[in-house]
């Protein structure tokens, strides 16, 4: 049996949504990213915005689970500013070395799904498996759905192969 580990970062529970659900069908370990200082508010809108721009990297906690002790680690994330959360960023630094196969997923407005995600490839250092985006309006109306069980399918398809 493949093992899965889904790793994310959500600052107001969209991508945390998307991660519960594929933890749930894949029977994979959950690890939620975690950093000291709170991105509440508006000025952390701002802040967070800005960092993500300038590329840098959050200061996390120290992770739960060993990524090299899973097959595939799915990784989510929600865009800021057509780039990776800066949360997400510093785990793809950290960890890097040790992501035997990645996923990539991210929740969204509306734009800038593509650009995230090749920007997660860089930072992982590797080509995702798959991939899967959700934009809020998607996620409100369940349209969401569909798409994620595509994502599912090529996931357990890579598994096996
Ligand atoms: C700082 C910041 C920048 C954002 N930039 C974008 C963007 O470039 N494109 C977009 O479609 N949505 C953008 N959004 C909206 C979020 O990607 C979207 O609300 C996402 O679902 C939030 O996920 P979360 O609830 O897991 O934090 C941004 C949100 C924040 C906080």
Same mark, same amino acid.
Do not use: Q
């Given at each position: 049996m493949p093992k899965f580990l889904v790793v994310y970062y959500s600052r107001t529970g969209h991508t945390a949504q998307v991660a519960r659900a594929l933890a749930d069908r894949l029977g994979a370990d959950l690890e939620p990213i975690r950093e000291a200082r709170s991105r509440k508010g508006i000025w952390q809108y701002f802040r967070s915005a800005r960092e993500a721009l300038a590329g840098k990297r959050a200061e996390i906690e120290p992770?739960?689970? %060993?990524? +090299? +002790?899973? %097959?595939i680690v799915l990784l989510g994330s929600p865009v800021w500013a057509s780039h990776p959360s800066t949360p997400v960023s510093a785990y793809l630094a950290a960890n890097r070395e040790k992501l035997k196969a990645v996923a990539f997923f991210v929740t969204l407005g509306g734009s800038g799904a593509e650009k995230t995600m090749a920007r997660m490839e860089e930072a992982a250092g590797k080509q995702a498996l798959a991939k899967f985006s959700a934009t809020e309006r998607e996620l409100k109306s369940g349209k969401w759905k569909r798409g994620l069980q595509r994502f599912i399918d090529a996931i357990e398809e890579a598994a096996t192969a």
């Open positions: 992770a739960r689970h %060993d990524p +090299a +002790a899973y %097959d």
